[in-house]
């Protein structure tokens, strides 16, 4: 998925390294929540990571894991 926006990278970025690690740490996905939110908007583009990010954790592909 093609992602535009320094926001929008940096948060694929954080996301493809929790896929890379197959876990998320607590405090990871705190700081991908509050990156997604840093200007208080969620376009479409970032609302589509999210959901990709809380797809993978509910089919367990992702666990999430304490710090």
Sequence with gaps: ?????????????????????????????????????ADGVIDAQERKLLSQLQEMLANKTLVRVPD
Excluded: C, F, R, W
């Design 1 to 37: 998925m093609p992602v535009s926006g320094e926001t929008g990278e940096k948060l694929a970025a954080m996301i493809k390294k929790a896929i890379h690690d197959g876990k998320l740490t607590n405090s990871e996905y705190d700081q991908i929540l509050a990156l997604a939110d």
